[in-house]
């Protein structure tokens, strides 16, 4: 079990915060299709919070439904960091996450996101300051260092766990690889030995047998689960099976077609139709990859241009695969990196 101050994640497994994706309408999916302890939104930009940004705000909205929630805050300002935290914790959310992690250019060069882990002491100021802001639990989430030959893990991680951080989360990536290569996990078995926090183990669990395996291999106390999620949106529910040692099922084409037609339509109301075309394409693509013909749908989809004929694509579809049995879901395409927002 994970327990992060009075909140307990159960089971440990966390959906991973991917700007442009964990927005409220895939946060619900998620934890209405059950197996996930934790859902964090996309990441917020401090100085984006403190200065009231329409579209900042627009995204720090939830309900109850998707608690446990975490809400991830960057910035490189430890005060102005420590207020974004102090409203946070006003707005209501479970947990405050601090993001180290980030390698997109622009949060770099702002000396936030993974530049953290090439400062040390500026990382330092800043746990310190927004622990000493909040009482929430509070979470970090970094990568390996900014390069193969700066890896500065390990002794971030010991200050972070002696700033009072109450459990982190590692990517087995440096900011350098951004999403290429492995990520290696035998560095979140390193960081589990070398501090006594709760640690959460993240990168490349393709499918829910991997989850097993980082627990295994790491000894970590949670697994993080990001883009896999977005092609089997079933993968925690399908870990936590495992993890009981009880039998997978795999989702039948019904199960799939409720599951997007429901997120669309929720899409649908609370999108303006260009965002809503766009989405809904984008997770069409991902909902559907690896299933037999998947490929005609999407390319049928490029000839649309409006949110409705998308739906009525996605139904056609399955009204058309209705008799296929139950397949189990692919692995995730390699595809899905950080090409829309390298985080
Ligand atoms: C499109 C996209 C957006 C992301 N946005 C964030 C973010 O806002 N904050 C963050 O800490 N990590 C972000 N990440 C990184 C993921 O949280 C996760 O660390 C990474 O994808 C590795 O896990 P995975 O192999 O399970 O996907 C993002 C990743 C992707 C692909």
Not at 29 to 57: D, H, K, Q, Y
Not at 110 to 124: N, Q
Not at 259 to 274: S, T, W
Not at 286 to 291: E, P, S
Request: proline share 6%.
């Amino acid at each position: 079990m994970l327990t992060l101050r009075s909140v307990t994640v159960s089971p440990p497994l966390l959906l991973a915060p991917m700007a442009g994706i964990t927005d409220r309408d895939f946060r619900l999916l998620i934890r209405r299709l059950g197996g996930c302890g934790l859902v964090a939104m996309e990441f917020i930009s401090a100085e984006g919070l403190l200065r009231r940004n329409p579209s900042t705000l627009r995204m720090l909205h939830f309900v109850d439904e998707e608690r446990p929630i975490s809400i991830q805050i960057y910035g490189s300002d430890p005060a102005r960091m420590a207020e974004a935290a102090r409203q946070v914790e006003a707005m209501g959310a479970d947990v405050c996450d601090i993001n180290m992690g980030c390698p997109a250019n622009k949060v770099l060069k702002g000396c936030a996101g993974a530049a953290l882990t090439g400062d040390l002491p500026l990382a330092r100021a800043i746990v310190r300051a927004v622990r000493g802001a909040i009482t929430l639990p509070l979470t970090v989430k970094f990568r390996l260092g900014l390069r193969p030959e700066a890896l500065t893990y390990l002794e971030l991680g010991r200050i972070l766990e002696g700033e009072g951080a109450d459990a982190v989360t590692l990517h087995g990536r440096t900011a350098s690889q951004q999403f290429a290569g492995q990520a290696d996990w035998s560095h979140i078995a390193r960081l589990k030995e070398a501090v006594s926090i709760p640690v959460i183990g993240n990168g490349d669990v393709r499918c829910a047998a991997d989850a097993v395996r980082m627990f295994r291999a790491t000894g970590c106390d949670g697994v993080m689960i990001g883009r896999a999620s977005l092609t089997n949106p079933w993968i925690f529910r399908q870990a936590a099976a495992l993890l009981e040692g009880r039998e997978l099922l795999p989702a039948s084409p019904d199960e799939r077609r409720t599951l997007m037609l429901d997120h669309f339509r929720e899409v649908i109301v609370r999108e303006d139709e260009r965002t809503a075309l766009h989405k809904l394409k984008t997770f069409t693509g991902w909902y559907t990859h690896g299933l037999p013909d998947g490929r005609l749908l999407r390319r049928r989809l490029n000839d649309l241009s409006s949110a409705a004929s998308v739906i009525d694509a996605v139904e056609e579809f399955f009204a058309a695969t209705a008799t296929c049995p139950p397949q189990p879901w692919p692995s995730t395409p390699r595809g899905i990196a950080a090409a829309e927002n390298p985080a």
